[in-house]
């Protein structure tokens, strides 16, 4: 028998560019969908 462990998980973030001239340089942030699954014999 195995077992089977799965996470779904939404993450934001936020960052900025240093150095960088444009839209990005000022903090701004991203949405990420995170899935993982982890399969195994034993706990």
Do not use: P, T
């Amino acid at each position: 028998m195995g077992y089977i462990i799965r996470v779904n998980s939404k993450i934001s973030s936020s960052h900025y560019l240093r150095g960088y001239s444009g839209k990005c340089d000022r903090a701004h942030g991203h949405n990420f969908f995170v899935e993982m699954e982890i399969e195994g014999g034993e706990l």
